[in-house]
């Protein structure tokens, strides 16, 4: 396995590899990052009869296998760049590319500009928790969360994942990135391990909600600093001062955008009459809270999965290598024969 090809030697890997840690951070807070935290934990996990580590062991497991197939996109890229000849694709012209994605990265991620990458609105299938075994959910959520491309994309750099793989012009690098991008995304089911009851989740909710803002900055700063790194190794000082001139129009519009958002929502409104909150005075209504819209989900995959957990234990019987039944469920037609 060779090691990444790109000019700048391991400066511009370790670059890569930030991009591809902040993007698998900011996966967490996808509904489905959110689900797996209120699916599977301690308390659920032993209200369907499980222990909750063997249980994240496979869901860690899934998510790798996972993000070694996220991998092999890069990874096909990476050889196809390979075949060609530097004269064609010189080490100038690569870095330029990968700087390039950056600054795409950062017009996708920022709110005022309408440039959007698709962020494939795709839920798993809660289903399976009650309908198969352990192994199985567990195993094939990881799957899913550690594809990057098969549930909801939170931020644009997981689009760049893959292409600063194939652009590193080395298969195993890039088969790196996605091994790394999983294990990344599989290990956030770690978060509810100390989620020993109801309580307990739903204030690792609120810390997380309180985070969320955050986690996309940090992507964003990841993406920043790469297409820096990206613009020096490509045209030296001119290169590095291109590519923050776009940083420094990028953040100018978020600032301005945020500003005006700020100045006609709030943040925080003041009491109103007799203490109570603005809008509830006799004779209004409440103003709606938007403050949350992925939560009720996990919330309520919360209660599906400790509801079918608790039917589970001891209700159920195994059927075929990965599905199971309800004991009092009727027979499917034809079935024993």
Known sequence: MTGPQLPGGWTAALAAVAVTVAAAVRGVWSPCGLSMISAINP????????????????????????????????????????????????????????????????FSDSPGIRFRLPNLPRQVNERWLADYRRWVYAAGFGAQIGAGFATYVMTAAVYLTPV????????????????LFGAVRGAAVLLSSGAKDPSDLR??????????????????????????????????????????????????????????????????????PEGRPPGTEPGTHAPPDHRNQLLPRA???????????????????????????????????????
Do not use: D, K, N
Request: proline fraction near 3%.
């Open 203 to 272: 204030r690792l909710h609120r810390r997380l909600e309180r985070f969320e803002r955050s986690s996309l900055r940090l992507a964003m700063l990841a993406v920043a600093a790469a297409g820096l790194v990206f613009g020096a190794v490509a045209a030296g000082v001119f290169g590095s001062a291109a590519v923050a001139v776009i940083l420094i129009g990028v953040i100018g519009i978020r600032g301005a955008v945020v500003s005006r958002v700020a100045g006609r929502v709030p943040r925080r409104q003041r009491p109103g």
């Open 43 to 106: 308390f659920s996990e032993h209200s369907r009869g499980h222990r909750y580590w063997l249980t994240a062991a496979w869901f860690i497991v899934g998510s790798v296998v996972g993000g070694l197939v996220f991998g092999a996109v890069g990874a096909v890229g990476a050889q196809a760049l390979s075949l060609l000849p530097a004269t064609v694709v010189g080490g100038r012209m690569i870095t330029a590319l990968a700087a390039a994605g950056c600054v795409v990265t950062l």
């Open 299 to 337: 919330r309520q995959l919360e209660r599906v999965g400790a509801g079918a957990g608790g039917a589970g234990a001891g209700q159920v019987r195994r059927r075929g290598p990965g599905r199971r039944r309800h004991a009092g469920a009727a027979p499917a037609a034809g079935a024993g024969r």
């Open 164 to 179: 600063l793989g194939a652009l590193s012009r080395s298969p195993g690098f890039a088969l790196l990135l996605g091994i």
